[in-house]
């Protein structure tokens, strides 16, 4: 099949300029934030930001592993968009850097690298996990294992668009596609326990894993879900996208919200149910100060608004209304994430806050910065790749593709 580029499209572009925009308007708000707030609130709204993008583009890899794993016939078509939003996952390494800087100041976002800690017993009990050296040693290797994922997966996928009938890209994939969703498991939950939940160190949950997981997946479906409708109503890849892929999109987006829900609740009803304090910690904080209406908002957001729009199958084939679900569905990720940072950094990081409600535009500002990088990367990424993955040898299953 001929080649489908589309870096120099006005859709293209008008990404290019939008994330130029953003970044550059998130680059002064971060800056303001750190004059008028000082670094504390700086780097929890830098590392809202940077985990919203960077979990997403990780997971975007995962998406693609996921379908070559399965040997998806009709992702074929649209496996691609997702993959031309990793472009961010090579230089995850040096977004990084800013939390470890923080982390080696004396104003420090994690509770367990301060001097005091020395002095908590159940802090210490974990000192052999939770210290600065470890810290950084973990980083390093998430930030690798990411770009090895990132160069094998989608560097085959890209491989076999220059192979012709050549699948031998394509087949390394199938046979190895499993150990990186196995290493993109253990990595995105490790990371999730270092960035997110050691921001409050005396508390801990054994499914917070799955609970990250899920956020950031249901999000990627999100994006791959707008970028997939964009195209196709600007025109492009109306010979590979059919009715049958949208409503696929949307039994995904249904399905992953769903699932997040479950997981949720079933982290908060088993911490309830068993009522320990170092437990319950988490919940009461969050149960009050005004946190409490973000918890209310998730429910509605992340659960009942997704559920209810995508519950009918007719619906699922109607992009506008896909796309609305879509741009809840990410909204409702910035809260959660939101949900889990501010308070824990409120608590004993950001001066005069106490554990009350520490939100306003000063969070959307990591957000707004990283949301521009992520669309440069992924502008450059459309520049230089096909826009579908014209040689797979199951394209013609996703052109073909009813239900």
Known sequence: MSNVSLGSTPLIGKMNKIGTVLAALGAVGLGAVFALHG?????ADYLLGFWFFAGISVTMVFFSALQFLARAGWSSAIRRIAENFTGMVPFLAIGIIPIIFNLLSHHSIYEWSHESAATDPIIQKKAAYLNTTAFMIRMAVYAIFWIWMHRFVVGNSLKQDASGSDITPT??????AAPWVLVYALSITFASFDLLMSLEPHWFSTIWGVYTFAGHFVGALAIVTIMTVALYNNGHLREYITPEHFHDLGKLMFAFSVFWTYIAFSQYFIIWYANLP????????RNMYGWEHFGVALVILHFVVPFM????QDVKRKTRILVVAAAIILLSHFLDLAYIIMPAVS???IPDAHGHVVFGWQEFTGWMFFAGIFMIMAVRQYAKNNAVAINDPLIHEAVEYTS
Request: avoid cysteine; proline fraction near 0%; glycine fraction near 0%.
């Open 39 to 43: 670094q504390e609130r700086f780097f």
């Open 171 to 176: 087949r390394k994939n199938w046979k190895r």
């Open 278 to 285: 170092e437990e319950t910690i988490y919940f009461a904080t």
């Open 309 to 312: 729009v995508l519950l009918r």
């Open 347 to 349: 608590k004993h990081a």
